[in-house]
């Protein structure tokens, strides 16, 4: 099967699962398919390895010394890639065998402009379920309310557990950990939305695509696994604290309400602080152990819970000073470059919207 499709590769929150997630990546995916890797500040050992991996095979390497959002980074392969289809992949993924083709397969059989694997997580491979499709959409109660909802199908599940056969299904989610997404789609929206810094960028693409009419696949055919920090080394933490700060994290869920009149601290936005809380303590591993060790891991995670919780984005503020300004310092200056350089590729948007009509003409008749 031929696959007009690359593959780009963005850093997600930690460095040291790159180069393992890489050669996964080498491993599982036919040679003829070109991938573009955005080094936003990875480390020079990290960075010397991945140009070792490179030089094997059609890779473009983008390196930045700071440290990019997951949008910034993706936009950079947006605008690299020529393409029909881009397979985004953050750099803590295992892949499994042939799990492109299903992706594209499924994309060009459904008229699909976004596929999502059957992603798991975790040790071992492919035994807990992350997500296998799901729910994203405004809900509105009443009273004036709007809320976002989002909802992973069988989440945290073993998979031997899951009560029905997963097959290739509509879906109304996905997550970038890996996802394969129509390039002239990205452009009609205006690319990825970088006011989106670290929480919900997959929910505001996802509930686009909806407003569209566009259609989004979930295929179990393509697995992944994402791997969470369990071992973070201090550039990882680093590169952590920046990801999931409160600048990062409260500036995210402010869009998010001003973008689609949502009504603050309710739904879906409400949970995601809380989720981003307890995904904090990851980088508190080897202090849990260490406290577990000497007063129990009941004791142990009271602790971390109830205490570390609350110092954390207090440290947190002034760790990353640094980098927080050398980031912001990138991006002014390339929002200065695009407003003068950025012209919107017009002919894969007209194909997109001609292939989105077609489809719904092949609809029409079906019905």
Not at 99 to 109: D, K, M, Q
Not at 123 to 152: D, M, Q, S
Not at 283 to 293: G, N, P, Q
Not at 328 to 344: F, V, W
Request: a negative charge.
């Amino acid at each position: 099967m031929r696959m007009d499709v690359t593959v780009g590769i963005s850093i997600r929150e930690t460095f040291s699962r790159t180069v393992p997630s890489l050669k996964s990546v080498l491993a599982n995916t036919p040679d003829n398919v070109p991938i573009i890797f955005i080094s936003s500040g990875l480390p020079d050992s990290i960075l010397r390895d991945v140009r070792s991996l490179g030089s094997t095979r059609d890779i473009k390497i983008i390196h930045e010394d700071c440290y990019l959002s997951p949008n910034q980074a993706r936009n950079l392969i947006i605008r690299e890639a020529t393409t029909k289809y881009i397979a985004f992949i953050d750099n803590d993924v295992e892949l499994g065998e042939n799990w492109l083709e299903p992706l594209v397969r499924c994309a060009e059989e459904e008229g699909a402009d976004i596929v999502s694997p059957l992603i798991f997580e975790r040790f071992p491979f492919w035994k807990y379920v992350h997500i296998a499709g799901g729910e994203a959409h405004i809900k509105e109660p009443g009273n004036g309310i709007r809320v976002c909802h989002e909802l992973h199908r069988y989440s945290r599940q073993d998979i031997d557990t899951v009560p029905e056969t997963l097959e290739r299904c509509p879906t109304e989610l996905f997550e970038f950990h890996v996802v394969l997404i129509d390039r002239a789609f990205l452009l009609e929206i205006g690319m990825l939305d970088e006011a989106l810094l670290s929480v919900s960028e997959h929910w505001d693409v996802s509930v686009l695509a909806q407003e569209l009419g566009r259609k989004i696949y979930f295929e179990p055919a393509s697995r992944a696994c994402y791997l969470p920090p369990f071992k973070p080394t201090e550039d990882d933490i680093r590169l952590f604290n920046l990801r999931w700060c409160d600048d990062w994290v409260n500036g995210s869920i402010s869009r998010l309400e001003e973008k689609y009149s949502l009504t603050p601290d309710q739904g879906n936005l409400k949970a995601v602080r809380g989720y981003v809380k307890t995904h904090r303590l990851h980088k508190y591993v080897k202090t849990r152990r260490f406290l577990a060790s000497i007063f129990g891991a009941k004791a142990a995670s009271v602790f971390l819970n109830r205490v570390v919780v609350r110092i954390d984005p207090t440290l947190v503020n002034r760790a990353i000073r640094k980098d927080l300004a050398k980031w912001q310092a990138y991006t002014l200056e390339k929002e200065k470059n695009d407003n003068l350089e950025h012209i919107p590729d017009q002919r894969a948007i007209d194909d997109s919207i001609a292939r989105a009509g077609h489809a719904e003409e092949r609809a029409g008749r079906a019905q």
